[in-house]
T-cell receptor, first 112, second 116 residues
């Protein structure tokens, strides 16, 4: 079993839909959780950064962490074609970059 | 405002050839990282440098060497390239460590390497 798992997709949705992206993990020590967006042929860029459990909202994006279920989610409201990208989750038990564990990513297509 | 700059963007090598991937950051970050990204595998850490003057192995260091030339630059060297090293390589940097700070990693645009 991989330490962090994501459905690879592709996930195709119509413009304006609510998108739910998810990761499951096996290490209960993880307490820092991140979502990165990666456009085709570009490097990942950070979208959301949360510590411990709960929700965090930033514009159209909401990150949710459920440590009891070892499950994190990223919701995108009013999705736009510009949201078409691969979304990577990442997590760590401490705040040391070398210990970040990345999921394989989910490819999202938002169709106009 | 360049951020993290990687060179070259593309490279094709023959088995056994050597090359160095270059990375530079202009954000005065302490920590730098080299990852490889393969389909279905996620980003895997090759080597990292927590601070200037130090380097350590990550998850997949075999076949690679690194040099932290100064605070800005961190290079990755393939001494004898193998087809299994065909991948996309990303360099990243972050402020460092600390429980009170967001240790956000900033990534370069990547180097696409094919080894034939």
């Amino acid at each position: 079993q991989k330490e962090v798992e994501q459905d690879p997709g592709p996930l195709s949705v119509p413009e304006g839909a609510i998108v739910s992206l998810n990761c499951t993990y096996s290490n209960s020590a993880f307490q820092y959780f991140m979502w990165y967006r990666q456009y085709s042929r570009k490097g990942p860029e950070l979208l959301m950064y949360t510590y411990s459990s709960g929700n965090k909202e930033d514009g159209r994006f909401t990150a949710q962490v459920d440590k009891s279920s070892k499950y994190i989610s990223l919701f995108i409201r009013d999705s736009q074609p510009s949201d078409s990208a691969t979304y990577l989750c990442a997590m760590s038990w401490d705040n040391y970059g070398q210990n970040f564990v990345f999921g394989p990513g989910t490819r999202l297509s938002v169709l106009p | 405002n360049a951020g993290v700059t990687q060179t070259p963007k593309f490279q094709v090598l023959k088995t056994g050839q050597s090359m160095t991937l270059q990375c530079a950051q202009d954000m005065n970050h302490n920590s730098m990282y080299w990852y490889r990204q393969d389909p279905g595998m996620g980003l895997r850490l090759i080597y990292y440098s927590a601070s200037e003057g130090t380097t350590d192995k990550g998850e997949v260091p075999n076949g690679y060497n690194v040099s932290r030339l100064n605070k800005r630059e961190f290079s990755l060297r393939l001494e004898s390239a193998a087809p299994s090293q065909t991948s996309v390589y990303f360099c990243a940097s972050s402020p460092g460590t600390g429980f009170s700070a967001k240790n956000i990693q900033y990534f370069g645009a990547g180097t696409r390497l094919s080894v034939l």
